[in-house]
């Protein structure tokens, strides 16, 4: 059975995914599709609309066999630790053939090479990675400009200046990078395989296409008109959304964070704990937050240009969740050790019995007795989430067992 695998949020899951799986399968031949989702916070630092189970159901409902939640160490953490933890548990469940990916590039030749650049880092791109670093541009830019420069040192083909650097820049090609780059660290027998990102942008705020960004589609449930999104999202998810309004369920959104990080912060003034936090942002963020009043204006009054406001959105959710009391630098380098079953189908109950003929992994359906510490901060991010989700309680990842459908 040829197995391929989906790295996703599905916050929510809309046709453009839906377009993703179809093609995946026409693409590569794949029997059944894995999908590795985030819980219930992003990698940009949201937390999900919806709570994790309620996504997994969906997912299956809509074309994947079986789906398995990325722990949160790497889910709430840049695109490179995200791409590393998600790739290094997908070989390390031992019957994956492939990574599909959606890319705004669409060229699998043009992500690879960049990735063998960036990941193997010759001592020229270090040099101008260095020196763009010390003018004080942000990773992101800089390692955009590096590539740009050591591309045309190296005279390798590409077409403009103008497309290599909106390729590196866009966030699919980013995170499609990162797995072709992890994916070469471990030499993985994972085939890497992309297709282009149709519809509107990643961060388009506006429904102008049929297939709708999930950014636009979460403002439309911000302003409580899920009628407006209708045409823009399969069945299913329509549905599982008109169900949770009609029962006077809130969907959750990133400004629901701010009181409790507000109160957090003036308690105990400790983001320093965070490893991405340096060069005095925390102070910087201390003193601003007195006088903000919204999550978007404490960022807003804390950025610079070495921090952008993603990443400043990323660390404040790290900081409400509690990353600050584990050592996230040396979870970050450990691979996960178990998987963590959210929802399967008949298909996905046969890949779980191979997977616990073929994996070391521990499969967990029901929250073991012992945890190591990694499993504990995916149970806390259900603590944390509940306090701004009043659908879920804080013991539901030992209460909740995977949907089966």
Same mark, same amino acid.
């Given at each position: 059975m040829k197995t391929a695998a989906i790295i996703c949020e599905y916050n929510p899951l809309h046709k453009g995914h839906i377009y993703h799986m179809r093609y995946t399968k026409e693409l590569t031949g794949c029997d059944?599709?894995?999908?590795?989702?985030?819980?219930?916070?992003?990698?940009?630092?949201?937390?999900?609309?919806?709570?994790?189970?309620?996504?997994?159901?969906?997912?299956?409902?809509?074309? =994947?066999?079986?789906?398995?939640?990325?722990?949160?160490?790497?889910?709430?953490?840049?695109?490179? @630790?995200?791409?590393?933890?998600?790739? !290094?548990? &997908?070989?390390?469940?031992?019957?994956?053939?492939?990574?599909? @990916?959606?890319?705004?590039?669409?060229?699998?030749n043009l992500i690879k090479t960049s990735a063998k650049i960036i990941g193997s880092e010759p001592i020229e791109y270090r040099e101008l990675l260095k020196k763009h670093l010390d003018e004080g541009l942000p990773f992101a830019k800089a390692r955009s400009k590096s590539l740009i420069e050591y591309l045309t040192l190296k005279d390798i083909n590409i077409n403009?200046?103008?497309?290599?650097?909106?390729?590196?820049? $866009?966030?699919?090609?980013?995170? =499609?990078?990162?797995?072709? !780059?992890?994916?070469?660290?471990?030499?993985?027998?994972?085939?890497?395989?992309?297709?282009?990102?149709?519809?509107?942008?990643?961060?388009?705020?506006?429904?102008?296409?049929?297939?709708? $960004?999930?950014?636009?589609?979460?403002?439309?449930?911000?302003i409580k008109s899920p009628d407006l999104i209708k045409e823009h999202l399969p069945d299913y998810t329509y549905n599982k959304l008109k169900e949770i309004q009609e029962s006077n369920y809130e969907f959750t959104f990133e400004e629901?964070?701010?009181? #409790?990080?507000?109160?957090?912060?003036?308690?105990?003034?400790?983001?320093?704990?965070?490893?991405?936090?340096?060069?005095?942002?925390?102070?910087?963020? #201390?003193?601003?937050?007195?006088?903000?009043? $919204?999550?978007?204006?404490?960022? &807003?009054?804390?950025?610079?240009?070495?921090?952008?406001?993603?990443? &400043?959105?990323r660390i &404040?959710?790290?900081? @409400?969740?509690? @990353?600050?009391?584990?050592?996230?630098?040396?979870?970050r380098r450990t691979p996960s050790s178990y998987a963590r079953i959210l929802a399967f189908n008949d298909k996905g109950r046969i890949l779980i019995k191979r997977m616990k003929k073929s994996s070391q992994l521990e499969l967990i359906n029901k929250i073991p007795s012992n945890i190591n510490r990694m499993l504990e901060l995916d149970i806390q991010c259900t603590k944390a989430y509940s306090l701004i989700n009043k659908a879920i309680e804080p013991n539901d990842d030992y209460i909740k067992s995977p949907i089966y459908l």
């Amino acid at each position: 059975m040829k197995t391929a695998a989906i790295i996703c949020e599905y916050n929510p899951l809309h046709k453009g995914h839906i377009y993703h799986m179809r093609y995946t399968k026409e693409l590569t031949g794949c029997d059944a599709i894995v999908c590795l989702m985030s819980g219930n916070f992003m990698q940009r630092g949201i937390p999900s609309i919806m709570n994790k189970w309620n996504r997994a159901e969906i997912a299956v409902l809509s074309g =994947a066999d079986l789906v398995i939640e990325l722990p949160a160490v790497f889910s709430v953490s840049s695109a490179e @630790f995200f791409a590393q933890g998600a790739v !290094k548990l &997908l070989q390390d469940l031992s019957i994956i053939d492939f990574l599909s @990916f959606g890319s705004e590039s669409g060229d699998i030749n043009l992500i690879k090479t960049s990735a063998k650049i960036i990941g193997s880092e010759p001592i020229e791109y270090r040099e101008l990675l260095k020196k763009h670093l010390d003018e004080g541009l942000p990773f992101a830019k800089a390692r955009s400009k590096s590539l740009i420069e050591y591309l045309t040192l190296k005279d390798i083909n590409i077409n403009t200046k103008e497309s290599i650097e909106s390729f590196i820049e $866009s966030p699919n090609n980013i995170l =499609a990078l990162e797995y072709c !780059k992890a994916l070469d660290k471990i030499n993985s027998i994972i085939k890497p395989v992309t297709i282009t990102r149709h519809g509107d942008g990643y961060n388009h705020k506006e429904l102008s296409s049929n297939f709708a $960004s999930a950014t636009a589609i979460r403002e439309a449930l911000r302003i409580k008109s899920p009628d407006l999104i209708k045409e823009h999202l399969p069945d299913y998810t329509y549905n599982k959304l008109k169900e949770i309004q009609e029962s006077n369920y809130e969907f959750t959104f990133e400004e629901d964070m701010f009181p #409790y990080l507000k109160y957090k912060l003036l308690l105990n003034n400790d983001l320093n704990k965070l490893p991405d936090v340096s060069e005095g942002l925390d102070n910087k963020i #201390y003193s601003s937050i007195i006088n903000s009043n $919204s999550l978007k204006e404490l960022i &807003l009054n804390s950025k610079s240009k070495r921090y952008t406001y993603t990443r &400043l959105n990323r660390i &404040l959710c790290q900081y @409400f969740i509690g @990353f600050d009391n584990y050592q996230l630098d040396s979870l970050r380098r450990t691979p996960s050790s178990y998987a963590r079953i959210l929802a399967f189908n008949d298909k996905g109950r046969i890949l779980i019995k191979r997977m616990k003929k073929s994996s070391q992994l521990e499969l967990i359906n029901k929250i073991p007795s012992n945890i190591n510490r990694m499993l504990e901060l995916d149970i806390q991010c259900t603590k944390a989430y509940s306090l701004i989700n009043k659908a879920i309680e804080p013991n539901d990842d030992y209460i909740k067992s995977p949907i089966y459908l």
